[in-house]
């Protein structure tokens, strides 16, 4: 009867080999349903495209975007080559002088080419990261300030609620004006379009990391506060022992928002401040007018989509990292 129920109760030993294959099914569905989606959406974009005709020609399919995504990197190649042809020929025309003349200054001169797709977008991603990091100094602190004291959270809420619903395009020709009267010389460390871009950017995403900082100072744990003063923390320990730590989530949730709305707002601000970026890209070939414009335009659009998740990613990466809470990490 024992040797029996010893048959009975014996269950075979799990390889290596089904724990992994359990792994691999059970993460199938998170990785299928994705794919599923993105090819319906390929699918419903091609047959939409072909019932469309603008004054441009058929709007771009799928096909006609990935075309015009490889003209664009051919360009940037090619536009790499022209550059790195220009500045072989002026060191040797500058050893040439120096061999002649040992007391000759060699001159060196920047390639004047055109940008290439590529350039834009390293063009607007250090604007946005600049307007971004602005916005950031002052929201942060402010947020935290509002946050421990009521009398300066209705002091400064009023400004809050006015500016947060301004439009990036209300902001500009203001921020165009003061740029052109106060950032006058003769030497620009920066040019006036980026300046005009970085700060109405600024301006736009400084309002979710105030108030979401704000918000999470003043919702605190009361247990926490009161051990801070048992411990008797100086000021400048209770605000990096207590409030930081508690507050990171809400901080880095206002960061979020903030870099989000920060990318949208560029584009609009490149293409009016006419700053070499994304956005003048886009309004480029929108007044070329050409056939391929409208597939150009296409891949800007998936472009600056892309780039927009891929920093969302970086920020919560980010957030996971220097967050204790990490269940308090939202996806």
Not at 23 to 34: D, E, G, K
Not at 76 to 87: E, L, N, P, V
Not at 244 to 249: N, R
Not at 272 to 287: I, M, R, S, T, Y
Request: charged share 15%; with cysteine.
């Amino acid at each position: 009867m024992s040797k029996m129920a010893n048959i009975l109760s014996f269950s075979p030993a799990k390889s290596p080999m089904s724990g992994t294959m359990g792994a691999v099914y059970s993460r199938a569905p998170a990785l299928l349903l994705p794919l599923i989606g993105l090819l319906m959406f390929l699918a419903i974009w091609n047959g939409v495209a072909k019932s469309i005709d603008t004054s441009l020609g058929q709007f771009p399919g799928p096909a006609q975007v990935w075309e015009q995504a490889g003209s664009l990197i051919t360009e940037h190649s090619a536009q790499r080559d022209k550059a790195d042809a220009f500045y072989t020929r002026q060191e040797e025309r500058n050893a040439a002088r120096v061999a002649q003349d040992p007391t000759y200054e060699p001159k060196t001169r920047e390639f004047t080419g055109s940008p290439t797709f590529f350039d834009q977008i390293w063009t607007s991603l250090y604007t946005v990261m600049v307007g971004f990091l602005i916005a950031s100094v002052i929201a942060v602190p402010v947020g935290i300030l509002c946050g421990l004291s009521k009398s300066a959270y209705a002091a400064i809420n009023p400004l809050i609620q006015l500016f947060k619903p301004v439009s990036p395009l209300a902001w500009l020709p203001l921020v165009t004006m003061v740029v052109s009267a106060l950032y006058v010389s003769d030497d620009p460390m920066f040019s006036k379009s980026f300046v005009t871009s970085a700060l109405t950017v600024s301006l736009c995403c400084l309002w979710p990391t105030l108030i979401n900082t704000a918000v999470g100072v003043s919702a605190i744990d009361k247990d926490l506060l009161n051990v801070s003063k048992v411990l008797r923390l100086t000021p400048m320990s209770h605000l990096t022992k207590i409030i930081l730590p508690s507050s990171i989530p809400m901080i880095f949730t206002g960061l979020r928002l903030s870099l989000g709305i920060g990318w949208m707002v560029l584009i609009a601000a490149e293409m009016l401040a006419q700053n070499p970026g994304l956005g003048k890209f886009v309004w480029d070939e929108f007044q070329n007018g050409s056939s391929e414009s409208l597939a150009r335009i296409m891949v800007a659009v998936l472009t600056i989509g892309a780039i927009g998740f891929i920093l969302d990613r970086i920020m919560l990466s980010v957030q996971r990292a220097v967050s204790w809470d990490k269940t308090s990490v939202l996806r």
